[in-house]
């Protein structure tokens, strides 16, 4: 994910007149364009946990969504903070507006590629622990592991599991992800 060197801090309504075809992220005004189109592992892997995930949700109330979905982090504030997480999860529903989510979702999940590492692993991680979402998936697929950061006093506690481990999801009592089935080579 590449920044945009400018000296300019943008906002939410910045963010909705830009109609170049290309997708951004923005965190404290900063402008980050985001990667092409990822790999066919990379969606594979989105695909599976959202399978997952979804089974998991039938008939409960909260929801899983896939990118591109705007989350504006701090909509009721500066509203300077939106980002695309590949996977999350909404349990109020009240957070969804027509378009986007309004506030802090539940669960973000991150599957990292080489150009986008560094902020999912460093400036999301800090964004996502301050805003309060209880639970950060940063999924590698290169190495095969998820590092699980569950949100407990206001810090994440950071689990690792490798491609033969069944990841439990903290928020969701009794949701287990065979990452097996997660990290298989189509």
Not at 89 to 99: G, H, Q
Not at 123 to 141: F, H, M, N, S, T
Not at 168 to 179: A, E, K, M, R
Request: aromatic share 12%; net charge negative; with cysteine.
């Amino acid at each position: 994910m590449e920044k945009i060197l400018n000296d300019r801090l943008y906002t939410y309504a910045d963010y909705e007149k830009w109609d170049d075809g290309m997708r951004y992220e923005l965190i404290d005004g900063v402008v980050y364009m985001m990667s092409p189109s990822p790999t066919w592992y990379h969606q594979g892997i989105i695909g599976e946990l959202y399978f997952q995930l979804a089974n998991f949700l039938q008939g409960k109330p909260c929801r899983v969504f896939l990118s591109p979905l705007d989350v504006r982090m701090n909509a009721d504030g500066a509203d300077d903070t939106v980002v695309q997480p590949d996977l999350l999860i909404i349990c109020d529903r009240s957070k969804l507006d027509d378009k986007n989510c309004k506030g802090v979702p539940d669960m973000a999940i991150e599957v990292v590629s080489p150009s986008s590492s560094r902020l999912d692993r460093l400036l999301k991680y800090q964004k996502y622990q301050a805003y309060g979402v209880r639970e950060y998936w940063i999924v590698d697929p290169e190495d095969k592991i998820v590092h699980a950061c569950v949100l407990e006093n206001g810090k994440y506690v950071v689990s690792a599991y490798c491609e033969d481990d069944s990841a439990p999801v903290g928020i969701l009592d009794g949701c287990v992800i065979d990452l097996g089935k997660v990290f298989a080579d189509y």
